[in-house]
């Protein structure tokens, strides 16, 4: 798959699912399926495993709540 160079940045954290079907071929089933397979991939939000790495807004959170505690 080709980007070129496009929103480079955006796209680093980006899920892209690619399908086989062509676009005038692409049905509500063909989309049913996509988000299927978005549902199963695991995402560890820069962490190595599921238990390490929590995510970032987590720690963000816990952050801010001391803060405004003190």
């Known amino acids: 798959m080709r980007l070129s160079n496009f929103l480079l940045?955006?796209?680093?954290?980006?899920?892209?699912?690619v399908t086989?079907?062509?676009?005038?071929?692409f049905r509500g089933l063909h989309l049913l399926e996509g988000i299927a397979e978005y549902?199963?991939?695991?995402?560890r939000y820069g962490g190595l495993n599921h238990g390490e790495g929590a995510h970032p807004t987590d720690?963000?959170?816990?952050?801010a709540s001391k803060v405004t505690r003190s």
């Open 9 to 17: 940045w955006q796209l680093a954290y980006a899920e892209i699912y």
């Open 20 to 25: 086989p079907t062509l676009w005038p071929d």
């Open 39 to 43: 549902q199963k991939r695991e995402r």
């Open 59 to 63: 720690e963000a959170h816990q952050h």
